[in-house]
């Protein structure tokens, strides 16, 4: 290989047959490197498939321009196809410089052929079904897991109550409470004139516009208020819990810490989580008057209720519990997505890939997990009859 | 074995960042078929040349030649077949983390040649076996790897398609100095099969010991001195003496 190779890429590549009494003699000349590897293969092979009765073959080299990795394993190849059928072979003409790569390619895949044999469908779709039902069960341990031993650090806190990381807190409640304010309220802002535009588009059909404003106050303080600001959140704050636990495991901080005699739980998780417990309930009082703000402007501005007409009509509609509902089931929403999202961080392997696994899977578990447990809560309310 | 043809001929190179000029007018020769050691304090630049040479950094001003053919004039097509050429070994292995040992080494074989999925799986195969690692690994993710694995495939990577070139960064950093040896003799056992030339960034005062053909120094952004190890050991200048002769240099003074 030389300074000016780029032009030697243009040599061709071949092998040539030729016969005498005992045998065959193959003769390689050209370039036999990378760029020519594809057409060498086939004219291997061929070679291979061809002279497959002969009994004693030598492959000469003395006419090859230049050889590298790739024509040598080709070489080794078509020696090892003859060798395997009883043939004797014999490489002649190897020059000083490619003598030590040929050696080289003499040793390697000596074990190939461990090929996994060719399996059922059917079992691998049950396979799979059966890997992501255990999945399911074991990430649910590990949810259960991380609550015990969250409950055993707030246990601990509540005792010695200087354990709690203040500045920590602090910091979380910024970044996932205050910073989030103005794009929950937006959002909910818009959904509750949305759901008011709606409800005034087809209530008023059949002339029952004014109850609109029932409809939104019940369904604002109840439900859609808080399930909106926990997939904010879960979004916003989870995935970011996710990938900031997630690249702390993978470099070996967590390891760290616990070495050092910290208990991640207690300086990672505590905070993070108690947070979010102390974040969503506000977030969603906040959320919920900006979608009852929202709604009673439609209803001025599309339904031509005045404000007073709303509030007055709001005053009759709902009564303390209504917005107490949605304010009891924040918190433990929170806690469902701080609990996922730290879960999966934990759980990121060494992997960029698995780190972006994990987050996605938190988001999606978290807001799954809260749509599951707003249902539980339903029956609960109705069940007490609040 | 080294010839007289420069492979690598990096003239009056500068480079920066904002107010801070890491290397000012360097100029460097590496020839074909030798291990050049490439040395230097830690934060000298050392890292900032090699990634300016295979252009992962802008540079200042100065002329940079691969092959003979000037890095600055050349179009893309014109590059990619010089980065063809060339493999480079990051410090840090950087193996795609997503992609098992196996696929690592056949991601350039299969994005630069169209050839047959066995011949590239052969390929990459004989390559791993050709950096000491055997067929086991195939199937394991980086994170499921050792460090001195890591930097095999990162280097059988590296060589995957033939390169006349290797860019090795700091490859014995972070190694025991049993597998830093292994990983030296390696190399120069590569480096004689296929041919190549190798550029080296270290600090191991061992591998420029025992492989390296010829040394360079960076100081002070500027090449300061190049030659073999006996020039270097007998330099007067303070820094190499403290460097090659200090406290954890070895060989004249024991």
């Known amino acids: ?386 | 074995m080294a010839s007289n043809t420069a492979v690598i001929s990096v003239r009056d190179l500068s480079v920066g960042f904002g107010e801070t000029a890491v290397l000012d007018r360097a100029s460097l020769d590496v020839f074909e078929g030798e291990i050049l050691g490439f040395v230097g304090g830690s934060g000298a630049g050392k890292s900032v040349l090699m990634r300016t040479i295979i252009g992962l950094l802008p540079k200042r001003s100065g002329r940079i030649e691969v092959f003979g053919t000037d890095l600055a004039t050349v179009n893309d097509e014109e590059l990619r077949a010089i980065e063809r050429r060339w493999g480079v070994l990051f410090q840090q292995g950087a193996l795609f983390s997503s992609l098992t040992a196996l696929q690592n080494v056949q991601f350039p074989i299969r994005e630069y040649l169209k050839l047959s999925p066995r011949l590239i799986e052969e390929i990459a195969l004989a390559k791993l076996e050709m950096v000491g690692l055997n067929a086991n690994v195939r199937g394991k993710y980086p994170s499921e790897l050792s460090g001195g694995m890591v930097k095999r495939v990162a280097l059988a990577r590296a060589l995957a398609l033939d390169p006349d070139i290797v860019f090795l960064d700091e490859p014995t950093s972070g190694l025991d100095p049993i597998g830093a040896a292994e990983f030296d003799a390696l190399i120069r056992t590569l480096q004689r099969t296929l041919g190549l030339s190798v550029f080296m960034v270290t600090h191991d005062l061992d591998s420029l010991h025992t492989v390296c053909d010829r040394i360079a120094v960076l100081s002070e952004g500027r090449i300061i001195a190049t030659g073999t190890i006996e020039t270097m050991l007998a330099s007067e200048h303070p820094w190499l003496k403290s460097y090659f002769r200090g406290k954890r240099g070895r060989g004249v003074h024991h």
């Open chain 1, 1 to 386: 290989m030389t300074a000016a190779g780029l032009a030697a890429q243009g040599t061709s590549a071949s092998l040539v047959a030729t016969f005498n009494g005992k045998g065959v003699g193959l003769v390689a000349t050209g370039a036999w490197i990378a760029e020519r590897a594809a057409e060498l293969e086939t004219i291997v092979d061929d070679a291979a498939a061809r002279y497959q009765t002969a009994r004693s073959i030598d492959i000469d080299l003395a006419r090859l321009d230049r050889l590298d990795t790739f024509g040598a394993w080709l070489i080794e190849r078509l020696n090892r196809a003859f060798t395997a059928r009883g043939a004797t072979t014999r490489i002649i003409g190897l020059s000083e410089s490619d003598r030590g790569l040929m050696d080289e390619v003499r040793l390697v895949n000596k074990t190939a052929g461990q090929n996994a044999a060719a399996t059922n469908d059917i079992l691998v779709a049950l396979d799979s079904i059966g890997r992501a039902v255990a999945e399911i069960g074991a990430s649910l341990v590990l949810l259960a897991h991380l609550l015990g031993a969250l409950t055993m650090t707030v246990l601990g806190t509540i005792a010695h109550p200087a354990r709690l990381r203040l500045t920590s807190l602090v910091h979380h409640l910024e970044k996932v409470g205050w910073r989030a304010v103005p794009i929950v309220a937006l959002s909910t802002f818009l959904i509750g004139a949305i759901i008011a535009q709606q409800g005034i588009f087809h209530f008023r059909t059949f002339g029952a516009e004014v109850y609109v404003i029932d409809m939104v106050g019940i369904l604002v303080l109840r439900e859609v208020g808080v399930l909106i600001v926990c997939v904010m959140v879960a979004g916003r704050s989870g995935s970011a819990y996710t990938a900031e636990l997630g690249s702390m495991k993978m470099r070996e901080e967590i390891d760290a810490l616990r070495t050092m005699g910290f208990d991640p739980v207690e300086v990672l998780v505590l905070p993070r989580i108690v947070a979010l417990v102390i974040a969503v309930p506000l977030l969603t009082f906040i959320g919920s008057m900006a979608a009852l703000y929202g709604a009673g402007l439609v209803c001025w501005l599309y339904g031509g209720m005045t404000p007073d007409i709303f509030l007055a009509r709001l005053r009759e509609a709902i009564w303390l519990p209504t917005f107490a509902v949605g304010m009891i089931k924040a918190p433990f929403m929170a806690l469902v997505i701080g609990l996922v999202a730290c879960v999966e961080g934990f759980e990121v392997d060494g992997s960029a890939a698995s780190l972006g696994l994990k987050t996605t899977s938190s988001v999606v578990k978290s807001i799954f997990l809260v749509i599951v447990l707003d249902g539980f809560f339903a029956m609960f309310f109705a069940a007490i009859g609040m």
